[in-house]
């Protein structure tokens, strides 16, 4: 019964989502109030209902309901709470319920906290958000149903892919989703706006808050996705520039460049053109995400097997939002007024300096990650763009815009002074400057250019401290007064260095581990010895254990530093009942100067395995860093300047009347 309530709800509101895109965009386009107040509560039912169907889902998973083909697919009477809930979201179908869900609940804020939206502004936006959902819920109905029933019902379940079954992998896709799916709004935002002809600072501020949440999600899911990676899958690494990673990189960069882009619109009223322009292929390249993780076109382990047909309906819902946003983009676009001019030397020069290389470089992924799968469709060859195309393409884009970074906070708007700039950061610069002679003296070993990259970071998290002490103005005023100024510096400002010193640190964190990652594979038997990075690991042998749903192999290992005992490891080797599938569990021992990282191979006989070793300085610091760019978002979007809407402004009071004199 609560699975079929499920499945009506979802009817209903694919049903409140047709009437929220019709009524509200017409009751605006006729001027009649009354039609476009439907959107609110139609954005809020809509929630409402989606609340429903996914709880419904939810249930029959947490009860093992294996009536339902969706729960027999992914889950099993044995499997942990936890993953049976993370289930719910570890598939196509539920995926895309969850993805729904995230849709109606951003366009569920705007109708209950965009009170200071125009009317027929906040109308469109609202009809144009439903009509993605509108769009996704035909999808869902029509080809991913997560409530379809099965007869005769089955005794137990498949099981979820045990790589999922992970506590990282229960909280990465609701973050990534939630970014990917909250740049609709900048979407919606955009697209209202040039159906109104009406993008000036307002809108820029309107358009922020979203935009930036949006963001800080998809920050947070995709440093969550790689450190998944990096402990679970037993590679070594963080970041393979796997085709579905990627297809989660190319809207931060763009969504980067949006947030930026939107500032000079707000405070210049420049870049409106470029700004539309980047909130439209922002959510388009979200929307590509989508398709090419759910079109069977890729083979990655972030894919979900899915069969093209499928994938065509996803493309024609791409064709129909992307190409009918970029039509009346190219109608509207000549017609919108820009703003003001501004010097190349200037703080909206610095920006556009930022969009541009972001930009090409969202390019640069696009090119690697879809040029295979071009290739295969036009002549049938196979060929792997991997890490050599984007170190050589990628990262040269990456070094002049962080050595530009702490620049553009210094400098003026409208016409800035580059000398002046550079004297605010000279300490900054001595600062990069040591820190490339300290890794220079200390390391044995090339790359030698890695400690111009530990450099850069450094220049980067100096700089962001920089722009602080100079807007406090230390150095030319009381302690007192410092504190004061530093007391009353508005949250943006934090928000922007906090985030700026986070790109600084993670900059640190991948040069060091790239450049000086040591790695070892060899067979160890029990009581032999291996060194690495200075650690002694000492193998003790294997030992069984079993899990709730799996049995697996551990091997021992003791890891001493000078003779002194350092900690003990257990890499394991995992076999999963349901479905039968074999895992690698790697063991890490964290330390200030990086992980220690060991991998049990297969059994080389004789009571030999196979062992690989590894050790990633500093590795922790990209995770770290990812982390104080979100709380960077958060400081910038808690400045009571980005609440959702446009402050309104109080008429001035009419003086009250002179009193007449007494005859």
């Not at 476009?36 to 709880?55: K, N, S």
């Not at 998944?228 to 070594?236: F, K, N, P, T, V």
């Not at 581990?513 to 042998?541: C, D, H, N, V």
């Amino acid at each position: 019964m609560i699975v079929e309530l499920g499945h009506f709800a979802l009817v209903l509101a694919f049903l409140i989502c047709l009437v929220q895109v019709i009524l509200p965009a017409w009751g605006a386009q006729i001027g009649e109030a009354r039609l476009m107040r439907v959107g609110e509560p139609a954005a809020l039912l809509q929630l409402g209902l989606l609340i429903v169907a996914f709880g419904a889902l939810t249930h029959a998973y947490i009860v093992s309901d294996f009536s339902v083909s969706n729960v027999w697919a992914n889950s099993h009477s044995t499997k942990p709470l936890i993953y049976r809930i993370s289930g719910v979201w570890g598939n196509h179908e539920g995926s895309m319920l969850l993805w729904v869900l995230i849709l109606a609940l951003f366009g569920a804020a705007v109708a209950a906290f965009g009170s200071n939206l125009p009317t027929t502004l906040r109308a469109n936006v609202l009809s144009v958000q439903a009509s993605i959902a509108l769009a996704f819920l035909l999808f869902i109905l029509l080809t991913s149903n997560p409530f379809t029933r099965l007869d005769p019902v089955p005794l137990d379940g498949r099981g979820l892919n045990p790589i999922l079954q992970d506590p990282a992998l229960a909280f990465h896709p609701p973050f990534l989703y939630a970014g990917y799916v909250g740049f609709s709004m900048a979407y919606s935002f955009a697209i209202a706006g040039l159906i109104e002809g009406r993008t000036d600072a307002a809108w820029a501020r309107w358009v922020r808050p979203w935009t930036l949440a949006a963001w800080m999600c998809l920050t947070v899911g995709i440093a969550m996705g790689s450190w998944w990676a990096y402990y679970e899958l037993g590679w070594g690494g963080w970041w393979f520039w796997d085709p579905v990673e990627n297809a989660s990189f190319m809207p931060w960069l763009a969504g980067t460049a949006l947030l930026h882009s939107a500032v000079v619109m707000e405070k210049r009223e420049a870049l409106k053109v470029w700004t539309i322009l980047l909130a439209i292929l922002t959510f388009s390249l979200s929307l590509m995400g989508a398709f090419l993780v759910r079109s069977g076109v890729l083979s990655s382990v972030h894919a979900f097997a899915v069969d093209p047909q499928r994938g065509v309906f996803i493309l024609g819902i791409m064709s129909v939002f992307i190409g009918g946003a970029l039509t009346l983009y190219a109608w509207r676009a000549p017609s919108l007024r820009q703003g003001g001019l501004f010097a190349p030397i200037s703080r909206e020069g610095g920006l556009v300096l930022n969009n541009v290389l972001l930009t090409t470089a969202t390019g640069t992924v696009l090119v690697g990650t879809l040029y295979p799968l071009a290739l295969e469709a036009i002549n049938g060859a196979k060929i792997s763009v991997g890490p050599p195309y984007f170190n050589a393409t990628f990262v040269p884009l990456m070094v002049p815009l962080l050595l530009a970074l702490p620049f553009g906070p210094l400098l003026a708007w409208k016409r800035g002074d580059v000398y002046a700039a550079l004297q605010r950061l000279m300490i900054a610069g001595l600062l990069a400057i040591g820190a490339a002679v300290v890794v220079f003296a200390f390391v044995e070993r090339g790359p030698w250019l890695a400690p111009f990259a530990i450099a850069l970071g450094v220049w980067v998290v100096a700089g962001a401290i920089s722009e602080l002490l100079f807007r406090a103005r230390a150095g030319n005023a009381q302690g007192a007064e410092v504190l004061r100024r530093l007391g009353n510096l508005p949250r943006s400002v934090y928000g922007t260095a906090i985030a700026h010193a986070g790109v600084g640190i993670m900059v640190i964190g991948i040069a060091a581990t790239s450049a000086w990652q040591s790695e070892k594979i060899l067979t160890m038997r029990p009581g032999q010895t291996a060194q690495i990075a200075g650690y002694e690991l000492t193998f003790k042998g294997v030992a069984p254990n079993d899990g709730p749903n799996y049995r697996e192999i551990i091997g021992l290992m003791t890891v001493s530093r000078g003779g002194s005992l350092v900690t003990e490891l257990a890499p394991s080797k995992r076999q999963y009942n349901a479905p039968p599938q074999a895992t690698s569990e790697a063991g890490i021992y964290v330390a200030l100067a990086g992980d220690l990282y060991a991998v049990l191979g297969d059994d080389a006989g004789d009571g030999a395995w196979a062992v690989r070793l590894y050790f990633n300085p500093l590795v922790r610091l990209i995770w770290i860093g990812a982390v104080i760019m979100f709380i960077g978002g958060a400081f910038s979007l808690s400045d009571r300047r980005l609440r959702v809407g446009a402050p309104s402004r109080r008429r001035p009071r009419r003086p009250a009347p002179t009193p007449a004199p007494a005859e």
